[in-house]
């Protein structure tokens, strides 16, 4: 699969990593950066994702930051994006199941990389519900629309 990979200053590290593993598993990165621990503002690398994630490019997208939660703000904003900011396997595997997440945003700071690698694995491997959870994914492409 191809994945988009972006990070801020406080998840450039984990985003290292996750890029690294990603590889070894076969998938086709896009790195977009932050390339170093240098300060930057994670909205710039949350759109450079999700952009990418909504016109086709690549068809998921990962995002780290101090807590995943500003990316996942960003990233929502881009129409066709739903990101999720998961805290274990289990709600990983549900943004997926649940909620057909297409851009996964993990904390940089509050989880080893074992934790990482375990989330965006359980997200990877989770095929989407279908069925009553479609329905629910359509009302919230529906409200894209106004
Ligand atoms: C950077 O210090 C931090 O605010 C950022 O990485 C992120 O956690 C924002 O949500």
């Known amino acids: 699969m191809r994945i988009a990979l972006g990070a801020?200053?406080?998840g450039f590290p984990g985003k290292e990593k996750l890029v690294a593993h990603l590889r070894q598993k076969g998938h086709r990165v896009v790195d977009v950066g932050t390339s170093s621990d240098e300060s930057v503002d994670y909205p710039d690398f949350a759109r450079l994702v999700a952009d990418r994630v909504a016109r086709?490019?690549?068809r998921r997208g990962v995002l780290v930051c101090g807590t995943g939660i500003g990316m996942a703000i960003a990233a929502n904003k881009v129409r066709g994006v739903r990101a999720a900011a998961a805290w274990s396997p289990e709600t990983a595997?549900?943004?997926a199941e649940h909620?057909?997440?297409n851009v996964l945003?993990?904390?940089?700071?509050l989880f080893s990389d074992r934790q990482r690698f375990a989330m965006l694995d359980a997200w990877l491997s989770t095929p989407f519900g279908g069925g009553r959870h479609a329905r629910r994914v359509r009302k919230i492409v529906a409200m894209e629309k106004k």
């Open 93 to 95: 595997r549900l943004a």
């Open 105 to 109: 945003c993990l904390s940089g700071r």
């Open 56 to 58: 086709g490019d690549c």
């Open 99 to 101: 909620n057909d997440a």
């Open 8 to 10: 801020d200053h406080a």
